[in-house]
Structures are given as C-alpha cells and as structure tokens.
C-alpha cells in the first residue's frame, strides 16, 4: 500500500503500469538507477537495465525502475526515460542526503541502494532487487568511508535482494555493522555468505532461508513486530556465471591499490574499483554482473508475489 500520509506530499511520479499494479495489490519490485549509470558503461547498462525489467515481467511482476527527474521521482521509467538515462554520464548518484536538494535543482539523479529504498518505501513498494549494496570499505577505521545503504537498511523497511558484497569492501566489517544495526540478513539457498562475482566469500551467514515464501513471511513478521528497517537478501550468483574466489581475488587486489595511491575517496571509490575490475577481467565481472542482477530481479518477483499472496 502506498503510504498515504507521506506520499501525497513527496513529489512521486508513477507510471501506470506500476501505479495499477500498486492499487490491484499485484506484485511490484523496486529496480535502482546508479547501477545504471555508473555502474556499467552503455550500451550494457542499457541492455541490463531492459533485460532485468523483462525478467521481472516474465516471473510475474512489475518492474519499477527509479530515478529523479526533472524535480520528481519517478517510479517506473518509459523505454525513453530509461535510454536517456542510460546515457547520461555525469547525472548525480543519489543518496538520501541528497535526494531532497536534488528534486529541487531539478538535475538528473540514480538512485543508489538507500534513495531507491527510501522512493520505494514512499511508493508503497516492499522489495527491491539489485547487484550489490554499498558497504564498509577497506580502511574505514581511519577513512570512516561507510555506505549510506547501511544505515538505510536499519530505517526502512523494504527487502533488498543483491549477490553479497564485493570483497571491494571490508565485508566481516560490514557483515558487524549490519548486525548491530539490526538488519535481517539472509543468505538464499546456502549458508555462506556470497560474494557478488564470486558465490563464496569464506564467512558464514547471519541466516539461511531456502524459499521465497519464508524470506517473504520473514518480511511480514518485521512489520508485525514493529521493526524499524529492512532485510538484506543476498543470493548467490548462478554457478555458471561465477568468477570463483581465488580468481577475482588478485585482481582486486590490484585495483584497490591503484584507488589507493591515486587518491580515491567518498563517491567515486565505488566506480573506479568497479571499472578498473573490468578492465583487469577483460569484461568478464560485467557480465557476470549482469547475470547477478538478473538472478536477483527473478528472485525478487517471487518475494514479492509471495508477500502480495499473503496480504490478498
Ligand atoms: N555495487 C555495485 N554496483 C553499483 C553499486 C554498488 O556492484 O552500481 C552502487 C549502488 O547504487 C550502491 C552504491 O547503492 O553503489 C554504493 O555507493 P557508496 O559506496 O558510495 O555508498
């Protein structure tokens, strides 16, 4: 349900698809934008983007692709809207300190994890699939460099489904922030952890959860209880597709250093390690990127049919 008290103030544009979808309580997932345009070059983002929303369709729900534009936020992209933004290089990455003063410049915002979970949660929308959530990066004792996304976890109650994190990022550290944060996080089909390109990351799961039908119940019981924030589903990229460990692991390695001795730091850390990784797999990580995300939009239907059948 879309929450009425909020959403008739924030400047929400939903396209029909989604906006029906939403009033006839049939299945929605929420899609963000950053990876878009900054986690991908064009045209794969383009291709990924269209793709992951047919995936969505064909398992039975409805995509909702989310930006900020032209001082609104819109929920659902036309094929335009989404083309356009597929090739626009410099729209800003937005967070949640940002997203206010964004709809008010007007600019072109993506929406990373945490202002795509905050539109979803004004749109009524309970899940949201994605590639990878931001994180603890490495170093964060001194740098203090910590992803908003986690934070947003601990306020908004929307399910997020990603691959793991990126051993880019100080993952047990991030695993620790997100328990005392107190987000729910499951592995899907396995005990450990996954690790985005690679299905392993050596640290065991929080849980465990085998079906969509418990991950969707867990999701109804947080709302029952009261709880503030969300759930991290993190499921693992399909074995064929998969970098393994030992492979993906020297190469970030490297690419970690180069951000280090250029300088790297705030916004901009993600997607230099994200293109230098590209590089260095000669395009291998985008496409098992790619079929990361669109494992984890397929998955996100389920949840997100399992949740409107309960409610209906
Ligand atoms: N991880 C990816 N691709 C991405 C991102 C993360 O594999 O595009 C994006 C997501 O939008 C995520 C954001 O919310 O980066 C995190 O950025 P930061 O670390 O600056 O919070």
Redesign the pocket.
């Known amino acids: 349900m879309i929450n009425p008290s909020l959403s008739l103030r924030a400047p929400l544009s939903i396209l029909p698809e989604v906006a029906d979808a939403l009033a006839t309580g049939r299945a929605v997932v929420a899609l963000?934008s950053?990876?878009i345009t900054?986690?991908m070059p064009y045209p794969q983002n383009m291709d990924m983007a269209q793709q992951v929303e047919q995936d969505i369709r064909d398992a039975g729900a409805v995509p909702a692709t989310i930006a900020v534009m032209g001082g609104q936020i819109h929920i659902g992209l036309s094929q335009a809207a989404l083309a356009a933004l597929a090739q626009t290089p410099h729209a800003r990455?937005l967070?949640r300190a940002d997203m206010a003063a964004c709809l008010v410049s007007g600019d072109t915002g993506a929406t990373?994890?945490?202002a795509t979970m905050i539109a979803a949660q004004l749109a009524g929308i309970d899940v949201f699939a994605?590639?990878?959530?931001?994180g603890v990066h490495r170093g964060a004792e001194t740098s203090f460099d910590i992803?908003?996304?986690l934070t947003e976890l601990a306020r908004t109650a929307v399910t997020v489904v990603c691959a793991g994190a990126?051993a880019i990022l100080d993952i047990p550290k991030t695993l620790e922030v997100l328990e005392t944060y107190g987000v729910t996080v499951i592995a899907y089909g396995q005990s450990e952890f996954p690790g985005?390109w690679a299905r392993n990351s050596g640290l065991p799961a929080p849980l465990r959860f085998d079906t969509a039908a418990d991950i969707a119940q867990a999701h109804l019981m947080r709302a029952r209880l009261g709880l503030a924030g969300g759930q991290l589903v993190a499921n693992p990229i399909p074995l064929q597709d998969e970098i393994p460990l030992p492979q993906i692991t020297p190469m970030i390695e490297q690419a970690l250093a180069e951000a280090a001795a250029q300088n790297m730091a705030?916004?901009s850390?993600?997607p230099f390690l994200?293109d230098r990784i590209f590089a260095l797999t000669a395009g291998r990580s985008l496409t098992a990127?790619i079929a990361l995300v669109r494992n984890n939009a397929r998955l996100g239907a389920e949840i997100a049919q399992e949740i409107a059948t309960a409610r209906a």
């Not at 994605?130 to 931001?134: A, S």
């Open positions: 963000e950053t990876i900054h986690g990455k967070s990373t994890v945490a994605t590639g990878g959530i931001g992803s908003a996304d990126k985005f705030a916004k850390v993600t994200l990127n």
